[in-house]
């Protein structure tokens, strides 16, 4: 059984920063891609950034320039340097991993940017 758990969320102030972590653990051989959504209230689940296990990277228009996704395969963990945050950057946080060729979801943590 895979599970990822999310970290490092919380609550910050308009033009601050916050470092969210993902750890994967259990059994498996491989993880390919892992990625940032968020979910704010009212609104679909969207794409943050992907991180491939060859380290190429892609963002969101949203959050290029202000967002960094780094990953640490021997830590099995992906990192969401968030720096600039804005209030509309409020949301639930989730990590998804492709792990031996089937996605994974964390639980989700909450981001809130106060204005």
Known sequence: ?????ESGGGLVQ???SLR???VASGS????????????APGKQRDLV???SSGGNTM???????????SADS??????????????????????????DYRDYWGQGIQVTVSS
Not at 74 to 99: H, R
């Open 28 to 39: 498996f051989s491989k993880i390919n891609n892992m990625a940032w959504y968020r979910q």
């Open 74 to 99: 021997a830590k099995n963990t992906v990192y969401l340097q968030m720096n600039s945050l804005k209030p509309e950057d409020t949301a639930v946080y989730y990590c998804v991993g492709n792990v």
């Open 14 to 16: 308009a033009g601050g």
């Open 49 to 51: 950034a992907i991180i």
């Open 1 to 5: 059984q895979v599970q990822l758990v």
């Open 59 to 69: 963002y969101a228009d949203s959050v290029k320039g202000r967002f960094t996704i």
């Open 20 to 22: 969210l972590s993902c």
